[in-house]
């Protein structure tokens, strides 16, 4: 791998289980029923959304000031409205390769016959800007980030029980009972894994997305010392 530039803080990478891979949808009249890992939030527009994205948006909302994201590669072509260097950095699928075997990209991955990925240098330029790199992804694609040499702090979401997540599934009456009982039985596989997998440095129920973060936020106290995450809760004080 191109070895990173050591500068700014360490990134952060969101991880957990996703029961379906994508997002679920329930579709209704005016409002979308999300389901979200475990997560069910009623959205008043059509939200293609994953449970991880939505809690690291959450943190890069509170604090802009501290988090970003890297400017991902894609291999796909651009859409009506999309600009190459600000949605996306759009290159050759050949190239985007080319680049990930000679270890430039941290994370990747293929979709509808197109390539999506992190490179180091986008890393980098969130970093220079001393803010914290935000990295949000399924459990089973953490293993590139494992395997390179960045060193980042994971934190990864769970239900907060297999039985609820089972329940959940149930509710959503989208699938098979043989379905979700595959589902189940990946989600508590995983879930396992990850009690022994000494990369994880959080495990975070996510049963409600503000009270995920604030968790979240305890922990990002004692790993990035240099920020005030309750800076907001200051002011708010302030004002009283």
Not at 87 to 111: C, L, M, P, T, W
Request: proline residues 4%; hydrophobic residues 40%; glycine residues 4%.
């Amino acid at each position: 791998m191109v070895p990173l530039l050591i500068v700014g803080p360490m990134p952060l990478v969101v991880t957990g289980y996703n029961a379906n891979g994508k997002s679920k949808f329930i579709y209704c009249n005016v409002t979308v029923l999300v389901y979200y890992n475990y997560i069910i939030s009623y959205i008043s527009c059509i939200l293609y959304t994953y449970c991880i994205a939505s809690v690291s948006n959450k943190l890069v909302e509170l604090f802009p000031q501290y988090f970003a994201y890297p400017l991902k590669h894609t291999s796909r072509v651009p859409r009506q409205g999309e600009e190459n260097g600000i949605h996306y950095h759009f290159v050759q699928k050949s190239d985007i390769e080319s680049a990930i075997d000679r270890g430039e990209f941290v994370e990747y991955n293929n979709f509808q016959n197109s390539i999506f990925g992190t490179s180091v240098h986008s890393i980098d330029d969130v970093r220079r800007d001393g803010k914290i790199c935000v990295l949000d992804m399924d459990y089973k694609t953490i293993q590139l980030v494992k395997d390179s040499m960045l060193v980042v702090k994971f934190v990864f979401l769970t239900p907060p029980s297999i039985e609820d997540l089972s329940i959940r599934l149930k509710e959503l009456n989208q699938e098979t009972t043989t379905k979700i009982s595959g589902r189940i039985q990946i989600a508590a596989g995983e879930l396992e894994a990850v009690r022994n997998d000494a990369h994880i440095d959080k495990v975070v129920i996510n049963d409600n997305i503000d009270q995920c973060v604030n968790r979240i936020i305890y922990s990002l106290d004692g790993w990035y010392p240099e920020f005030n995450f309750h800076q907001n809760d200051e002011d708010e004080v302030g004002m009283q």
